[in-house]
């Protein structure tokens, strides 16, 4: 089946800096990738849709000076939260769909985020 | 309303019972459907995919789809304290964005 890789798996940083978490599809290309924010015990929170080559499209009210979305090539998207605080703690996950117009969307195993 | 309305659990059953878990949707354009299991701390798996009405089976998991009702289910034959997760329902219109369930948490116990 599809893999999709996330990188760092966890990460602790301090408040004020920025932190990049980046999305792989390992063997398909994905035309789209998107990225997920989820609190514990609650279900995804869709934060943005990124398309290869163009600009990411973020749902309402998440900031997207805030939350940068890269997706240089058909395999690889990063998530850049900037100046990051304690409130952004959460468990970030990325999906991709894969380039031939499938429907199903194949989740990375997630990125837990902890802001001090 | 919302549109998938998913029973957020937690639904508790013995090792063995068949589970049956449901989504009802409001979007008669969803085409369509997809049930993943997440476990704690771990990206959503995907378990299924159809995209028309009636069953689909694999192993011990038999998805069905009502498009008539709006309705969609997944049953776990002989379920196992493995099976203990949260699952999300997901549909699609087949554009970009797929919109899920709020996952109905699991547990199986031995």
């Known amino acids: 089946g599809a893999v999709v890789s996330q990188h760092p798996s966890w990460v602790i940083c301090k408040s004020g800096t920025s932190v990049k978490i980046e999305c792989r599809s390992l063997d398909f290309q994905a035309t789209t990738m998107f990225w997920y924010r989820q609190f514990p015990k609650q279900s995804l929170m869709l934060m943005a849709t990124?398309?290869?080559?163009?600009?990411?499209?973020?749902e309402q009210g998440v900031e997207k000076d805030k939350f940068l979305i890269n997706h240089a090539s058909l395999t690889l998207s990063t998530l850049t939260v900037t100046s990051a605080h304690p409130e952004d703690s959460s468990f970030y996950i990325c999906?991709?769909?894969?380039?031939?117009?499938?429907?199903?969307?194949?989740f990375g195993p997630g990125t837990r985020l902890t802001v001090l | 309303q919302k549109e998938v309305e998913q029973d957020p659990g937690p639904l508790s059953v013995p090792e063995g019972a068949i589970v049956s878990l449901n989504c009802t949707y409001s979007n008669s354009a969803f085409q369509y459907f997809m049930w993943y299991r997440q476990y704690s701390r771990k990206g959503p798996e995907l378990l299924m995919y159809t995209y028309s009405s009636g069953n689909k089976e694999d192993g011990r998991f038999t998805a069905q789809v009502d498009k008539s009702s709006k309705y969609i289910s997944l049953f776990i034959r002989d379920s196992q304290p493995s099976d203990s997760a949260t699952y999300l329902c997901?549909?699609?219109?087949?554009?970009?964005?797929?919109?899920f369930g709020a996952g109905t948490r699991l547990f199986v116990k031995a």
């Open positions: 999906s991709a769909r894969e380039s031939r117009g499938y429907n199903e969307q194949f």
């Open positions: 990124s398309n290869e080559g163009s600009k990411a499209t973020y």
């Open positions: 997901a549909m699609t219109t087949g554009g970009f964005k797929t919109i």
